[in-house]
């Protein structure tokens, strides 16, 4: 069973690509590796293969190129987490001038430390590739050929940069004429989403350019909302264009960009225990809870530490791994007592993790855990073991048990005394209580 990972985890680089017109064939070659601070949670990661990832809709011809795949040789243990991957593609006749992304499966396996069972993963990373077509040529009701302008996006980017779900966004999308001698004008553009998940924050959903002169570029700001209920993952967003050419002849375009949202991250912590609940210095208390993921977005590479700053104990922390949306995680690690609590005995614990982007991000709670010198009698039990013989033959001879029964005695004259003397005094007290009534 292969699981998706996360795409941070991988990292494309070193791209080349060659471009190619109809009936062409282009070449594209990158280098696949893994994420620096992804390799440091702990396990072992190694690539399994690359393969291209291509509908029989796109610019290519189906062929055996299109289900080519990369797998690291066997003699080179070094491609197993650096693997350049290189393919080449065979380019339809009726391609237009565009960048267009291919899209590569990468999959790659780990061992898991508890079961030992291989456990493999697969992220799809895109790399783009520019294609030049002919224009189209189209014949007029005067037979006289008229060259068809095209629109493309060339680009876009949001403002903020990362769309969160349920908030506003700005949106600038980069259109480009492509044509080289005939201008476009009267463009309307429209941007919409299969399910509404990107509607206009204000206003229509439609904005309209007076003209775009041949070759050259124009953009469109508008502002969005993404739903607050969006999975984290990227939407894809249509930009249609309806335009006129020479002699006011209309044209439609229709290209889509893909944004991604994300969700804010939320975490709980449940189920918290210390044990003991106080330890002397140079002792381990163990912390154990669940953290449990309450937002719709994946919590990559979560680990668990003690607060850096924290001067009664530390410890190494734990590393959590991944924690889906909905479930939870128990964290189980150990810490060491360094020094005597001087404060109220909060240990402050931080819960660090990763987003889908790699971005980075740590949530705080606290427990209580109470730290204390270890307590030594200043005399050592008398067990007999050091003293002199002499002195011990001495303790045994003196007459404890008759010092015992005189105290006893002189006790119990004491209690009889006192009994005596009050008998007489309240005998006393009767006959002056009779000679009164009398």
């Not at 463009?187 to 003209?211: D, Y």
Request: include cysteine; charge should be negative; charged fraction near 20%.
């Amino acid at each position: 069973m292969v699981t998706y990972g996360n795409p941070n985890e991988i990292i494309v680089s070193d791209v080349n690509t060659m471009s190619a017109g109809p009936n062409g064939v282009a070449g594209i070659e990158f280098r696949v590796r893994f994420d620096e601070n992804f390799m440091q949670g702990g396990r072992v990661y190694s690539i399994v293969s690359v393969r291209p990832k291509m509908s029989t809709g796109g610019p290519f011809i189906v062929d055996n190129a299109m289900h080519a795949i990369t797998e690291p040789n066997p003699e080179n243990p070094e491609e197993y987490t650096n693997l350049h991957s290189g393919f080449v593609f065979n380019v339809k006749g009726d391609v237009k001038t565009a960048y267009y992304p291919i899209a590569f499966e990468i999959e790659y396996k780990t061992v898991s430390s508890e079961s030992g069972e291989t456990i493999y993963y697969s992220v799809d990373k895109t790399v783009d590739i520019c294609l030049f077509g002919k224009e189209d040529e189209t014949t007029t009701a005067s037979d006289a050929t008229v060259s068809v302008p095209r629109i493309i996006v060339t680009g876009y980017e949001t403002n903020p940069e990362k769309v969160m779900a349920g908030e506003e966004f700005e949106l600038t999308v980069h259109l480009q004429n492509t044509s080289s001698r005939t201008s476009i004008s009267n463009v309307k553009v429209t941007l919409s989403s299969a399910n509404n998940e990107f509607l206009p924050s204000s206003g229509s959903s439609t904005q309209f350019i007076r003209s775009i002169g041949s070759g050259a570029t124009k953009d469109i700001v508008m502002k969005m909302k993404a739903q607050a209920n969006l999975d984290q993952k990227p939407y894809v967003l249509s930009v249609k264009c309806e335009y006129e050419g020479e002699k006011n002849a209309p044209y439609t375009a229709e290209e889509s960009i893909s944004v991604p949202v994300y969700q804010e991250t939320k975490i709980k912590v449940t189920d918290i225990e210390v044990m003991p609940p106080s330890l002397e210095t140079y002792s381990q208390a163990n912390i154990m809870f669940s953290i449990n993921n309450t937002g719709k977005a994946t919590l990559y590479n979560v680990q668990v530490s003690v607060d850096p700053n924290c001067t009664s104990v530390q410890s190494e922390g734990a590393f959590v791994g991944n924690i889906e949306s909905g479930n939870s995680k128990y964290a189980d690690f150990m810490v060491t007592g360094i020094a005597p609590t001087t404060d109220d005995g909060k240990v402050k614990l931080i819960i660090s993790y990763e987003d889908a982007s790699g971005e980075p991000g740590t949530f705080e709670t606290e427990v209580e855990l109470f730290v204390f010198e270890p307590v030594y009698n200043e005399f050592p039990p008398d067990d007999g073991m050091f003293e002199d013989p002499g002195m011990l033959e001495e303790k045994k001879s003196f007459p404890w048990v008759w010092i015992g029964v005189g105290v006893v005695v002189v006790i119990i004259v004491i209690a009889v005394t006192v009994v005596v003397i009050k008998k007489k005094k309240q005998k006393a007290l009767e006959e002056e209580l009779k000679d009164e009534i009398s």
